[in-house]
């Protein structure tokens, strides 16, 4: 069983930022793929970024330059730094971790709010 706890979310106003972080734990022996994806009212889960155990990251267009993910593998544990932020950022942000096809298994989610 793994439990994932994310944490960091809140309400910004646009142009600020916000650090989301996500612990795994539990019977877990190695994750080579930790990420985030996002939902908002009424759209689907999209992807945000990714990063794999050896570093490589992946980036949605739409926050690209903007969003930073990093991971301590040491702690699993992923990030999410995310500056200049946007309206269009507000959702639901997800820690996602998988090592296909063996397993995958998702946060609670944390709410983000872009507001002035």
């Known amino acids: 069983q793994v439990q994932l706890v994310e944490s960091g979310g809140g309400l910004v106003q646009p142009g600020g930022s916000l650090r989301l972080s996500c612990a795994a734990s539990?019977?877990?022996?190695?994750?080579?793929?930790m990420g985030w994806y996002r939902q908002a009212p009424g759209q689907q889960r999209e992807l945000v970024a990714h990063?794999?155990?050896?570093?490589?990251?992946t980036y949605s267009h739409s926050v690209k330059g903007r969003f930073t993910i990093s991971r301590d593998n040491a702690k699993n544990t992923v990030y999410l730094q995310m500056n200049s932020l946007e309206p269009g950022d507000t959702a639901v942000y997800y820690c996602?971790?998988?090592?296909?096809?063996?397993?995958?298994?998702w946060g609670p989610g944390t709410q983000v709010t872009i507001s002035s």
């Open positions: 990063i794999t155990s050896g570093g490589t990251t």
């Open positions: 539990g019977n877990i022996f190695s994750i080579p793929l």
């Open positions: 996602n971790i998988r090592d296909p096809p063996y397993y995958e298994d």
